[in-house]
């Protein structure tokens, strides 16, 4: 008898414990509310000809495009371009938005809302809308309040078949209504560019005691009563409480620069690898005093897929996966090397011959304007360097040394050259390379062309007319040395 109690008691705890557990660890969500996708955020794929792109398979990492999945199928000849999933406002379960495209002759992009039916205990497809998007791989969806009442619009940016860009906005209806949950109220597609103007909100509504100011939305086109290519119009679109929709408000004339307009057709002429051949080149941030900007810059190689971001003394790489003209420059779709997860959108308008604007979207997860720090105006570097504008440290050089390597040439251009051997047996290794400063320290990376992931950074030592390279490790923990026996450069007397 005593056993039996014993028995009962032990199970009784044991019970108790898993109870803890399951209801500690958020476990009766999954039990209650079965769902078939792990991931909070949204997921971007890249359909059609970007498909055979491999995005990383290394273990450990959370690979974007590998849930794909949606609460219940989608019906056939329907294909799933991106899926955004987002806390329900009105319960528990996850609510699902999913981008998909159909059979249809205008290939349109169309969203399905997928909500958890609570009686009949599994999820439902509850309402489709259209939208002016068309490139697969142009998308991106995200949720925002942008009216200010803390409802999260639903914002499905991407780009159409005549290249230009498009915003869908939808808005959830306040009467819930079964049938038509949401309400389209922005639908803005133009040649240029679109993005949200956004303010700063009170301090009630950030302890959420009011509403908030609505934001705005700029649209830049084409002024088609200008003979210049560059000038452009902004258009403005507020909401409309009354109609409760986004209207047209405002629209003005923005002066563009004059420069040649034959090359300025051919480099817009939306020809393949014409506007990526020109960005091909290191590029300096300039702020809006006009002054040049060292401690940033990007560097664009579309020969290696590449896109180098430095700044706040860190390199990112990004491949470059794909690019789209438009009608005043490219818009280019990137993947951070390290960090698959991340992704990088990039809106390029040529300004001059000799300087970009550019708008960067980082990662959908995040608000359109997740990323400010690389949005702005950019001079070629070349320029930069023979107005002496370029202060600290100049990412190239033109001169030559010699050293345990060899002869090594360093061409203004960014590249160089390493000479060695005898004369009748020369080898020349080629590659690219950039001075750069990172924690007060100045540094050369060298890339050498063939193995271009096999990357070198060494930190800079002048010791009197000589210069010592030690081998160094640029990450998260800072600059760390290697401590391999420095390579000395001494410079060529001509």
Known sequence: MIKNSLGIFIGVIIAAVILIIILATGLWKHILYPKTDTHSGPIIITPGELAAINISSQPGQILRDESLSTKIPMQDGETVIAVFNRDSEDGIPEEQFVAYTSASPDRRINIAYLSYDMAEN?????????TSATRAETITMFSQDLIGDRNNCIIVTGMNAKNEHTMTILKRRPSQAANEPFQKIAEIQIDGSIIIQEITRSVAYQQGITTGASFNIAAYGQDNLSNNLLDQIEIIYSFNTGSGV???????????????????????????????????????????????????????????????????????????????????????????????????????????????????VEDVRLRIVANTSWDGAYRRIRIAIQQDTVPSVRPSINTQYDSTWGRIQFFASGEYTITSGSFANTAVKKGHYVFFKAENHELLEMRPEEGSNNRMIYRVDNTGSRISLARVRLGTNGVQDLFETPVILTPVEN
């Open 246 to 360: 986004y209207e047209q408000t405002r629209v003005s004339r923005i002066p563009g620069s004059q420069i040649e307009q034959r090359r300025l057709r051919e480099l817009l002429s939306g020809a393949p690898g014409v506007f990526e051949n020109y960005i091909n080149d290191l590029w300096y941030f300039v702020s809006p005093e006009g002054t040049v900007d060292s401690r940033q810059y990007i560097s664009f190689d579309p020969s290696s897929k590449e896109i180098v971001f430095f700044g706040d003394g860190a390199l990112q790489i990004f491949h470059w996966q794909s690019s789209t003209p438009t009608r005043y420059g490219l818009y280019i779709r990137s993947q951070n090397i390290s960090i698959t997860t991340l992704l990088r959108f990039i809106d390029i308008e040529l300004v001059s011959l000799d300087s970009i604007k550019l708008r960067v």
């Open 122 to 130: 599994q999820y439902k497809r509850r309402w489709n809308e259209s």
